[in-house]
């Protein structure tokens, strides 16, 4: 009997890619086996050992209409991932966010009765929107880990094992990130503002907002000709925010490795950002920010009358009122956008509500004794344990 364990882990977007990579630290660091890990993931799981099926840049893709024309490559992707863990036949089957694509997948393993523990990593936003997901989880996983403590509550009353282990933000370097360092690597004086530009890790956002962002960032460089502005990339768009920038004669620095990224942010007076988990990331380094967000008319029509909330920023959620501008569709304009950024870079009253408003945001995700990463190893390493020492029953004459 070997002693490696087999974990198969499934990331569909950078930021699942980020809570992947520190779930794979956590459990090698928790586990007194060695394990190999398979899957699904971007460059920061790769670097902690995982060999990715294929590149999750395929499945950065948002919204109805957008999707579309990327479903049969989609299921294909589906398909492809079902046979390699048919295949491998691992101890436990993750998957992480991307409810929507893993899903899919978690259904099939389970139709398969493989009988492998299978977990999903951050919970569907059942508070907002399709809450009939809360009712019908626990017949395709075993266990759900929440990023947030009001969540376990939507889900448990369906019988299914809910364990909420914390945000990963409070783990994001971004907290001791050294700005002074990113101001001298890239020969930026104390003076001068920088304003980071955030289009999102999606090819479809990045479409859409970044010419607007860089059409607010020329009207904000005319009010403030020593401005700086910066864009830190993930990966999957990367290649298309070069060809969007280039000849832009803002001539903004795009930062595409990961320390420098949140170095750039954390250094930021102030921020543009898609709507997304970036802006926690914001709030947790106390830079001023606004939400904006543009999407396909019918992908727009479709989500006011799904969607079930009054804010779609999550500082804003947390603290049940708006701290953080959220610009979004016909509000989503350059002018919009420079007029709160200027706000912000004169640092007037609507600032000092957003340091006040980050600071109870930080309490409600504060640290706990132990990192979320390794609140959330611990339960996987649990399961493992408790499926070897008490298998399933399985009826013989049912599974003939």
């Not at 490696?4 to 660091?29: H, V």
């Not at 393993?109 to 493989?114: E, H, T």
């Not at 008490?390 to 009826?395: K, M, Q």
Request: include cysteine.
């Amino acid at each position: 009997m070997t002693n490696n364990l087999k974990i198969y882990l499934i990331a569909g977007e950078p930021s699942g890619d980020a809570l992947g990579a520190r779930l794979m630290r956590a459990l090698k660091n928790k586990s007194n086996q060695n394990i190999q890990f398979f899957g699904i993931g971007g460059d920061t799981m790769e670097k902690e050992g995982l060999n990715s099926l294929f590149d999750i840049s395929e499945l950065a893709v948002m919204g109805l209409a957008e999707v579309l024309p990327s479903i049969p490559k989609i299921l294909k992707r589906i398909n492809q991932t079902v046979n390699d863990i048919i295949q491998i036949k691992p101890d436990i089957l993750i998957s992480i966010d991307s409810w929507s694509f893993a899903s899919r997948i978690q259904k099939k393993i389970r139709y398969k009765k493989l009988n492998i523990p299978q977990v999903h990593y951050v919970a569907p936003q059942v508070w907002a929107w399709k809450k009939k997901r809360a009712k019908t989880m626990h017949n395709y996983i075993d266990h759900l880990l929440t990023l947030f403590p009001h969540e376990p509550k939507y889900f448990t009353p369906y019988g299914l094992k809910t364990t909420f282990v914390g945000h990963p933000v409070i783990e994001s370097p971004i907290s001791i990130a050294n700005k002074q360092s990113f101001r001298t690597k890239y020969n930026i004086n104390n003076q001068q503002k920088i304003i980071s530009i955030l289009p999102g890790s999606r090819h479809n956002e990045v479409s859409h907002l970044l010419p607007i962002f860089l059409n607010a960032a020329q009207i904000l460089k005319n009010q403030n000709p020593d401005a700086v502005f910066v864009i830190p990339a993930v990966k999957t768009v990367a290649q298309r925010i070069k060809n969007i920038t280039f000849n832009n004669p803002l001539n903004p620095i795009i930062i595409e490795n990961e320390f420098d990224r949140l170095c750039a942010m954390a250094a930021s007076n102030a921020a543009m950002a898609a709507s997304g988990t970036v802006t926690l990331e914001l709030a947790i380094a106390n830079v001023p920010h606004i939400i904006a967000y543009k999407v396909a008319p019918l992908t727009a029509f479709l989500a006011k009358r799904l969607l079930n909330i009054q804010f779609v920023n999550l500082s804003n959620i947390l603290i049940g009122r708006e701290i953080v501008p959220e610009l979004l569709q016909e509000r989503c304009t350059p002018n919009n956008i420079a007029l709160y950024i200027n706000n912000f870079l004169n640092q007037d009253n609507l600032y000092k509500i957003q340091q006040q408003g980050f600071s109870k945001v930080q309490k409600i995700l504060g640290l706990n004794q132990q990192k979320p990463s390794e609140n959330a190893a611990d339960v996987i390493l649990n399961i493992i344990n408790d499926r070897k020492q008490n298998p399933p029953f399985i009826d013989a004459k049912k599974s003939s």
